[in-house]
């Protein structure tokens, strides 16, 4: 009994201060307005549960008015999955949150397994056929500080760029907007979180996870952390910076 009790305080704790970064996030950022329809993409991951259930919870103390709507595509590099994941779904319906779930749909021409890059774009197309599906205005991804910080390092290392993940973005002619309100958020705050709510286990990794650009950087920060501790805050800020001084070129011109 004081075990629980000792872990709900704990939750309820941890619960308040990510709230709070978040609404730092969505304010900093101007991501959600009232009227919007948000599709909050589902993966089944840590991040993507912490996403739904902080958005979901500070819709009862928010300005703003607004409806989510999780959406979980089943699929990986390999292609759609054969079965549902069935402790997701049943997460779902206890917590009565609305759910759309569907196969991934994948053109028969397309080759499998797909890089990373292709799934992800294959991902994200879909993901915007059901936003607009649900009359959808909005989309929400779990990225949080740390995808900022190995996508700034990627650019860098492959790419020559000095440019990270935006934490708003706008598609398609102002029809989407697609938000992170995880960016000002460590991973390790979700992998705590993720164990005080007892969230379901996540599904299967795919194949391709460990042998990614993403990976590489990912262990690389890792390993380095304690030698160049200001490494993971350095990355995320000269990929907010390049970030902003490219949105600034764009709208002057």
Known sequence: ?????KMMTKRKKHTKWLLKNVNKAIYQYQ???????????VSGGKDSLTLLRLLNLRRKSSKEQYEII??????????????VHQPLVDWFEKNGYRYVIQNFNLSPSEKLPMDCQRCSWNRKRQLFEIAHQLNCNVVAFGH???DLAETTLMNLLFQS?????P??????????RLIRPLVLIPE???MKFSRLCKFPPPPPECDQSQQSQR???KNFIEENHNRFPNMRKNLIQAGLRAQKSLLERETTR
């Open 188 to 190: 390790k705050e979700m």
């Open 1 to 5: 009994m004081l075990y629980n009790i």
């Open 161 to 165: 760029k000095v440019k990270t993940i």
């Open 31 to 41: 991501m959600v307005q009232s009227g919007d329809r948000i599709a909050v993409a």
């Open 70 to 83: 999780a959406v979980h595509i089943s699929g990986d590099s390999e292609g759609p999955r054969t079965q």
């Open 144 to 146: 949080n500080a740390d």
């Open 167 to 176: 934490p708003v973005s706008e598609y398609f002619n102002g029809l989407f």
């Open 215 to 217: 990976f590489m950087v």
